[in-house]
T-cell receptor, first 115, second 114 residues
Framework: AQSVTQLGSHVSVSEGALVLLRCNYSSSVPPYLFWYVQYPNQGLQLLLKYTSAATLVKGINGFEAEFKKSETSFHLTKPSAHMSDAAEYFCAVSVLGGSQGNLIFGKGTKLSVKP | KAGVTQTPRYLIKTRGQQVTLSCSPISGHRSVSWYQQTPGQGLQFLFEYFSETQRNKGNFPGRFSGRQFSNSRSEMNVSTLELGDSALYLC?????????????FGPGTRLLVL
C-alpha cells in the first residue's frame, strides 16, 4: 500500500535561510508525488508535482523538489525563506498511479519563519 | 475564473443529526473529490466523482455519501453525526482528475458536532 511520511511536524527557520521539508514515500508502483501548502483558514494550494518527467521539479513561490527513487524521497526546498512562507505543507502520493482524485497525504509539516 | 466554492463555510450540528455540504467546482471541471481533515487523522480521501459517477471511494463508513449533478456540482452527506465527524471538509476539482492536471481546492466547510 502507498504511504507518505513527513519528517518533523514543525520546522522553524530564520528569514533568508534555507527551507528543507522532508517527505519519504512508499509505493509498489511508480508514484506520482505532490506538495501542497495550506495557509490558515484556507484550502490547499498545489506547489508542485512529480509525474515521471524531470526528477527536479520547480514549483511556485521559488519552491522545488527532487524525486530520488533510490532514497524514496521527495524533499521540498527553497533557498531563502520569506515570512510569507509560514504555513503548513503537505506531501501526497497518488494511489492509482494515474488519477489525482485519490491522494494519500502525509501528516503535514508546519513551517515557522522567524524575522 | 471563479475558484472552487464550498457552502456553508461553518456548520454546527448535534450528534445524531445529518448534514449536507455543497461544492461548486471551477467552471468546466468535471472531477470533484472530497477530503476530511482532522488534527488526529490528517487529510483523508472520502470519494471522487466524475461525470455524475463515483469513481473512487476512501475507507469511510456508509454514513458518508455523496453525489454529483449534471452541472458537476457535488454534495456530500453525513448521516447520524458523531463527535468524531467534526472536521474541515475540503473539496477539490480538476478537469478530468488526471494526474498531470492541477487540482484546485476550495476553502473548506468546518463542521462542529456537539
Amino acid at each position: 500500500a502507498q504511504s507518505v511520511t513527513q519528517l518533523g511536524s514543525h520546522v522553524s527557520v530564520s528569514e533568508g535561510a534555507l527551507v528543507l521539508l522532508r517527505c519519504n514515500y512508499s509505493s509498489s508502483v511508480p508514484p506520482y508525488l505532490f506538495w501542497y501548502v495550506q495557509y490558515p483558514n484556507q484550502g490547499l494550494q498545489l506547489l508542485l508535482k512529480y509525474t515521471s518527467a524531470a526528477t527536479l521539479v520547480k514549483g511556485i513561490n521559488g519552491f522545488e523538489a527532487e524525486f530520488k527513487k533510490s532514497e524514496t524521497s521527495f524533499h521540498l526546498t527553497k533557498p531563502s525563506a520569506h515570512m510569507s512562507d509560514a504555513a503548513e505543507y503537505f506531501c501526497a502520493v497518488s494511489v492509482l498511479g494515474g488519477s489525482q482524485g485519490n491522494l494519500i497525504f502525509g501528516k503535514g509539516t508546519k513551517l515557522s519563519v522567524k524575522p | 475564473k471563479a475558484g472552487v466554492t464550498q457552502t456553508p463555510r461553518y456548520l454546527i450540528k448535534t450528534r445524531g443529526q445529518q448534514v449536507t455540504l455543497s461544492c461548486s467546482p471551477i467552471s468546466g471541471h468535471r472531477s470533484v473529490s472530497w477530503y476530511q481533515q482532522t488534527p488526529g487523522q490528517g487529510l483523508q480521501f472520502l470519494f471522487e466523482y466524475f461525470s455524475e459517477t463515483q469513481r473512487n471511494k476512501g475507507n469511510f463508513p456508509g454514513r458518508f455519501s455523496g453525489r454529483q449533478f449534471s452541472n458537476s456540482r457535488s454534495e456530500m452527506n453525513v448521516s447520524t453525526l458523531e463527535l468524531g465527524d467534526s472536521a474541515l471538509y475540503l473539496c477539490a476539482s480538476s478537469s478530468s482528475g488526471g494526474v498531470r492536471e492541477t487540482q484546485y481546492f476550495g476553502p473548506g466547510t468546518r463542521l462542529l458536532v456537539l
